[in-house]
């Protein structure tokens, strides 16, 4: 006999199985419940001493993918850009920027045990001696032009660089305005330029900030791009993954170090990571902290949700101890089983709450019927096993059957977590109906005198029956939904990227996002491997014939273009410069001597006899200068020396900076491929000689459209390519796959479950019907509110199907028990049952999606949204399916809190 059948009001062999076991529970209530602590302890230590976390989105895939083989053999080639931190260091002047970097990369090399590598890109010796020859022509022109133009007062500031001489060189620059000599329009110009600058330096000056001149922009006539003011450390640390956090003590002593060497924001230098360790961390956090605060408000739900159906502290104690154990127990299975939660597993926990709870609500009710009703406590135990113990078991098969549909894909972070919620399925069943029975021995549900069975289903019985009397009007319209769903489905989407999965607002990701919105940057681009530099360039060739294609770079690319006329501009820059003058050893001038040039400089501003824009612009410098002196009226001494001090930093503290960076870069001979340093050469140069070819994309790749043209291109020249974005297409694509095969997978294996124990294909149809139109409506749903599909999300409408057949298997056994309910189950106890375990389940899911973590949160979202669709479909679908046979009224009062006899 099939555990779904029924005779006469008696349940099957499962059944009575069970109700023996519930007894035996019973009896042994004391030792069950010391078995079941020292379980729980057991398993909590287990859980945290074996249970690690791996946030690479990456190994959520199978490595036996090709694109992924390509992708490690990069990476054991180029270790250099694997697991990384990308330091992004910006200054208020692209000089201060390059000073912060040689500065932090030179103390980050002192912690060899702390950091493996460290690599300052675009930095370092070689460069600083030979970066002239890295700019274009046109820029070295300009540079050369002004500082022959500058030459006269430069030298002076250089020989002097205070604020009493900045202000004489800037007076006798803005003095000329009138003369017709030629240049002499240039120099007022640029002089003119300089006022924006200066005013900054006063309004910094006031809120403690120094606003630092960016001496070789305004020298060479380069306008400060921000690609001239960041400069990037890419640093690979050593990792202890036995800590829950890897990456935390290397971030950490960066940023400490960064605070030590007085690179902040006072000093106009910024310091952000970003990069995979940096990412990872921010995504860990930001998940465990959204899961924690889901979990919590979860069990606050689930508590208000089982008081509403159960009305019994005692019932509601129980079921949450049952609840919390079986967790416990899931977590060590996942520890020893698996040995890792990925960013979609580490969602079991508020899953199985969600899940789990059901159980208890429907063994709980069951047995508080049943106690109501006379029966002594042991007496409805037994008997609540054998009722409801049938169903829940083939609940419990099919649910699980779902969760293990995901085992076999190769998207092995749905793997996972189908190997954790399809054994935590089981022991959910498993404590629901060992441990439940004996707490409810040591917490009996007292009858208050003259106490009711909880009767009525999920509308009032008038509303139930004129449903049940409307059954073809239910289907049609059931029908129309359906017909719509499938319309708008074709246009349900699955969004490549992992980064909306992020957490926009983390630094690490922020960060990021502002480096590809940057034209000049492109951190995505593709990677591919050529045997040699003949190879290289063949490649070279055929990827920039592509339109989707900016550029492909090799190591060649290092060797600098139009050298001889560079080498040429170079040495008229080192005759304009001359060497370094003796610095002026007279002792600096007093403050009442600064204070009294600044004031004589803003009358001359004020006094200056010019038209137009160049008359707006000095009498706002003169504003600036007058309300900073406002502003020092009310100081102490020291304070106004300090305030004096940051306008002179900002004013002249980077000129002699400037001019040594320049005089160290005046390269005299021509670069070629044996002159660049090693370091760089194995970024580019595998020790066996493959060569490292990067495609930088014409397009933005964040344009999904962009992203797979480019890709698609990309392959056709080189089918080994690899990189972010061929990474992120190709990971969605097989996630695709495997989201569907899982979805094909659950709903086979659910079907020839139903067919197995219900024995009857009528029946069978009643439950998968309601569902297929769920998940239909479920997909509709995701394209009329734009919500996507993504890693995080994919698993819901395999996951829904294994939920929602639960609710279909307690309405059909329902029925079965009480053929005269008929169409009336929506007056039922049974499809009160069905509410509020469903109720719960939708709590736990849709806490989710107030996560700060998107990934976790559009989970959440997509399962509420499902879930919803199913207890509608499983309430109003599924009864109109009925039979005629087996329709009836609705009864006035329900003899079943939940399954009848199964």
Not at 7 to 33: C, M, Q
Not at 178 to 188: E, K
Not at 201 to 220: C, E, I, K, N, T
């Amino acid at each position: 006999m099939s555990p779904a059948d029924t005779v006469d009001g008696k349940p099957g062999r499962i059944g009575r199985l069970l109700s023996s076991w519930a007894g035996i529970a019973s009896r042994g209530a004391p030792l069950v419940l010391l078995l079941a602590i020292a379980a729980a302890a057991t398993a909590a230590l287990i859980a945290t001493r074996r249970l690690g976390i791996d946030t690479n989105t990456v190994d959520m895939l199978s490595a036996d993918l090709p694109w992924r083989i390509e992708n490690e053999r990069h990476k054991r080639l180029f270790p250099h850009y694997a697991d990384n931190i990308v330091i992004v260091v910006s200054g208020a002047t692209g000089d201060l920027a390059a000073e912060a970097q040689r500065s932090l990369t030179a103390r980050l090399r002192e912690e060899p045990e702390a950091f493996e590598y460290v690599h300052a890109v675009g930095g370092g010796p070689f460069f600083d001696e030979n970066g002239l020859l890295y700019e274009d022509l046109e820029d070295l022109e300009d540079l050369a032009e002004g500082l022959e133009e500058a030459g006269p007062w430069l030298a002076d500031l250089e020989r002097r660089p205070d604020l009493i001489q900045f202000l004489a060189v800037l007076d006798s620059m803005l003095e000329v305005g009138s003369d017709p000599a030629p240049g002499s329009a240039d120099r007022s110009g640029r002089a003119i330029d300089l006022l924006g600058a200066v005013g900054q330096a006063f309004d910094g000056s006031m809120v403690g900030r120094v606003q630092p001149l960016p001496w070789r922009s305004l020298l060479g006539g380069r306008s400060p791009e921000p690609e001239h003011l960041r400069r990037y450390i890419e640093v690979i640390p050593r990792i202890d993954y036995e800590r829950l956090f890897p990456g935390a003590p290397a971030i950490e002593r960066i940023r400490m170090l960064a605070d030590s060497l007085g690179l902040t924001g006072a000093a106009g230098v910024r310091i952000r990571l970003t990069g995979f360790i940096p990412m990872s961390d921010e995504e860990l956090r930001s998940s465990i902290a959204g899961l924690e605060t889901a979990g919590l408000l979860a069990l606050i739900m689930v508590g208000l949700a089982l008081w509403a159906g159960l009305r019994s502290v005692r019932l509601i104690v129980a079921g949450l101890i049952t609840l919390f154990v079986g967790l416990l127990l899931t977590a060590a299975f996942a520890a020893l089983a698996v040995g890792r939660l990925n960013l979609i597993s580490m969602a079991f926990a508020v899953l199985y709450i969600g899940l789990g709870i059901d159980y208890a609500i429907h063994f709980s009710l069951r047995y508080r019927e049943l106690r109501t009703e006379g029966s002594s406590n042991r007496t409805a135990l037994r008997r609540t096993g054998g009722d409801v113990g049938a169903s829940l078991f083939l609940s419990a098969i099919t649910t699980a059957a779902c969760f293990f549909a995901f085992v076999p894909t190769d998207f092995e972070g749905v793997s996972e977590l189908g190997v954790i919620g399809g054994a935590g399925m089981l022991i959910s069943f498993a404590t629901t109906i060992t441990l439940l029975p004996a707490l409810a021995t040591l917490l009996p549900f007292r009858v208050k005198p003259g106490e009711k069975p909880l009767v009525g289903g999920v509308l009032p019985a008038g509303v139930a029956r004129g449903l049940a009397h409307h059954r073809r009007t239910v289907l049609v319209v059931a029908a129309l939904v359906g017909l719509l769903s499938l319309v708008l489905l074709p246009r349900a989407r699955f969004d490549l990227d992992p980064l909306t999965l992020r957490n926009p607002d983390g630094e690490a990701t922020a960060t990021f996002l502002e480096l590809l919105a940057d034209s000049t940057t492109r951190p995505l681009t593709a990677s591919i491997l050529a045997p040699d530099r003949e190879g290289a360039q063949e490649l070279v060739g055929e990827l920039e014939r592509l339109e989707v294609v900016e550029a492909a770079l090799t190591v060649d690319d290092f060797i600098p273009g139009d050298q001889e006329a560079k080498l040429e501009v170079i040495e008229r820059i080192g005759r304009a410069l001359g060497s370094a003058p003796e610095a002026d050893t007279a002792s600096p001038g007093t403050l009442e001597a600064g204070l009294a040039e600044v004031d004589r400089f803003r009358q001359k501003l004020r006094d200056l006899e010019f038209d137009g824009d160049e008359a707006d612009r000095a009498r706002f410098a003169a504003f600036q200068i007058r309300s900073w002196q406002r502003w020092l009226e009310g100081l102490p001494e020291g304070e106004r020396r300090q305030a004096l001090s940051r306008v002179e930093e900002s004013l002249v503290g980077g000129v002699s900076r400037s001019l040594r960076d320049l005089r160290a870069a005046l390269a005299d001979r021509s670069i070629v491929q044996d002159d660049l340093p090693a370091e760089l050469v194995v970024r580019w140069v595998a020790p066996g000689g493959e060569r490292r070819v990067e495609v930088v994309p014409a397009a933005d790749l964040r344009d999904r459209q962009a992203l797979r043209t480019f890709v698609t291109d990309i392959r056709a020249v080189a089918p080994r390519a690899t990189g972010e974005p061929v990474i992120n297409v190709s990971a969605a694509e097989a996630v695709v796959v495997a989201f569907r095969r899982a979805l094909a997978n659950a709903a086979v294996a659910t079907f020839i479950l139903l067919l197995i124990s219900l024995r009857s294909l009528r029946d069978a149809l009643r439950v998968m019907i309601p569902l297929l139109l769920a998940a239909a409506m479920t997909g509709a749903a995701t394209v009329l509110s734009g919500l996507a599909f993504n890693y995080a999300n994919v698993i819901a409408l395999p996951l829904l199907l294994g939920v929602g057949v639960d609710n279909g298997i307690h309405m059909v056994h329902r029925s079965r028990a009480s053929p005269d309910a008929g169409g009336g189950l929506l007056g039922t106890s049974t499809a009160r049952a069905v509410l509020y375990a469903s109720l719960t389940t939708i709590f736990s899911f849709g806490n989710l999606a107030f996560s700060g973590h998107p990934g976790t949160a559009s989970m959440g979202r997509l399962l509420t949204v499902g879930m919803l669709a199913v207890l509608v479909c499983t309430l109003f679908v599924l009864p109109a399916l009925q039979p005629a046979s087996r329709r009836g009224s609705v009864p006035a009062e329900s003899s079943s809190a939940g399954v009848r006899p199964s």
